[in-house]
């Protein structure tokens, strides 16, 4: 005779996890909209599965306010309950996974110029050397208030002190030359003057979104460490492009679209590849700003953490000896 299994109320009465899955990001981000962001779903998605909810426990969870929305003392009450519970299951499912997985992963956070013409190019001979090591690399500008759920490990940036149980080193400091494409300087060959590259087409970097910079350098203070006044540039000069993202204006300067400022530590390798080149000898060095090397010392006895922060300092310091050395002096 087969032995049926009574049914489970307490699981019956479980509502969807689905739909409380969309309660707590609604209530984190006090927010549909961005609720619907978090999850890659609709708003109509998170709308409908929090009615279903609110239908299922008989109680209105949120009171909505234009576009932003607050938790009933119903809301709270179950809100407090169910973001333990996801805690819970959320850690339990990363011990398992990272018992399940023998790769260490290591959250590497630094800027998008850094990480397209530094670190980019140098990562294939890290992951020969180290195939057991996952890195979670975080591109930002904004150091000192990460997104929810980024804990770096390791932080490459231009503040000393980004957050509480971080330990900072200096790597280099900046030494910042104008640089153009050889085909574009034979082209222009006023440029090998600097009044030359003042009147001629630049390509400048913006201070829009990089508030977490600790200095700003463009054209005008470039031209101004060498006594030259930009407002001075000729009135029929050619295009003065401003952009806030390196990336593009580095692109640029490839293309043959003018002369833009080059960081040494990420524009070397163009320069010794000829790819591009320097017009002039002058250049700014900054010798009391600094990129610096921030270490997470909850995870000084992470073996993965380790190697990769040894491994980044080695670049460093081979690539660049004597910035790095005066650097860190």
């Known amino acids: 005779m087969v032995k049926h299994t009574e049914p489970d109320q307490a699981l019956i009465k479980m509502p969807s996890l689905r739909a409380v899955k969309a309660f707590v990001a609604a209530a984190k981000y006090q927010s ?81 110029a850094f990480a397209n013409f530094w670190l980019g190019p ?60 050889p085909q574009y300087l034979e082209q222009h060959p006023q440029l090998r003057s600097l009044t030359g590259i003042r009147d001629g087409a630049l390509l400048n970097l913006s201070p829009f979104g990089r508030s977490q910079i600790a200095e700003h350098v463009d054209w005008g203070v470039w031209f101004a460490y060498q006594s030259i006044d930009i407002k001075t540039r000729a009135s029929d000069a050619p295009h003065y492009f401003n952009s806030n993202d390196y990336n593009l204006l580095i692109q640029l300067a490839l293309a043959h679209q003018g002369v833009a400022l080059g960081w040494n530590y990420l524009v070397e390798p163009y320069l010794q590849k000829g790819l591009l080149v320097r017009p002039v000898a002058e250049q ?46």
């Open 32 to 112: 549909f909209t961005r609720a619907a962001e978090a999850l890659c779903v609709t708003q109509a998605a998170i709308s409908r599965q929090i009615r279903e909810l609110e239908e299922h426990l008989g109680a209105a969870l949120f009171n909505r306010a234009g576009r932003t929305v607050e938790l009933t003392a119903a809301g709270a009450i179950f809100f407090d309950a169910v973001q333990l519970s996801f805690t819970n299951i959320s850690q339990a499912a990363d011990r398992i996974r990272s018992s399940e997985n023998p790769k260490q992963v290591v959250t590497l956070c630094c800027s998008s």
């Open 284 to 329: 700014l060095v900054h010798r009391e700003t600094r990129h610096y090397l921030s270490f997470n010392e909850a995870k000084s006895r992470d073996l993965s953490c380790c190697l990769l922060r040894d491994w980044l300092l080695e670049q460093f310091a081979s690539d660049r000896p004597g910035e790095f050395i005066e650097a860190n002096a």
């Open 122 to 181: 140098r990562l294939p001979a890290f992951f020969e050397a180290y195939p057991e090591i996952d890195i979670n690399l975080v591109v930002t500008q904004n150091f000192l208030v990460m997104e929810n759920g980024v804990n770096p490990d390791i932080i490459i940036c231009k503040i000393a002190k980004t957050h509480e149980g971080y330990h900072s080193q200096p790597l280099v400091c900046d030494v910042i030359y104008p640089v153009c494409t």
